[in-house]
Nanobody, 126 residues
Framework: QRQVVESGGGLVQPGGSLRLSCAGS????????VGWFRQVPGKEREGVSC????????FYEDSVKGRFTISRDNLKNTVYLQMNSLKPEDTGAYYC???????????????????WGQGTQVTVSS
């Protein structure tokens, strides 16, 4: 069964760092476009950062540029989201999504995702 599993969430103080992991199971992530999305109660899921295998582009939502970095470890079949200088407004449930044949901006802006993980909670609070 093909699935993605997120991990790495938790409670962190403002200014701190977390690294989220998205591990593929039953298929290889290096053949897919992969993105990280955030959802808070009462709002739609929004794209934070997406990496496109299809066209080689990477997208970051404006509020995370310079603070978050998406990366791949193909040997571990895992995609990471390194989050630095965290702010309270970064709080939310973070979901990993995968898709094929899209581009990073479209994937993130339009939530073009074929398969979702179960999510991991990130809380930034003092």
């Amino acid at each position: 069964q093909r699935q993605v599993v997120e991990s790495g969430g938790g409670l962190v103080q403002p200014g701190g760092s977390l690294r989220l992991s998205c591990a593929g199971s039953g298929f290889w992530l290096d053949n897919y476009d992969v993105g990280w999305f955030r959802q808070v109660p009462g709002k739609e899921r929004e794209g934070v950062s997406c990496d496109s295998y299809s066209d080689g582009t990477t997208f970051y939502e404006d509020s995370v540029k310079g603070r978050f970095t998406i990366s791949r470890d193909n040997l571990k079949n895992t995609v990471y989201l390194q989050m630095n200088s965290l702010k309270p407004e970064d709080t939310g449930a973070y979901y990993c999504g995968v898709a094929r044949h899209t581009n990073s901006r479209s994937m993130c802006v339009n939530s073009e995702v074929d398969r979702w993980g179960q999510g991991t909670q990130v809380t930034v609070s003092s």
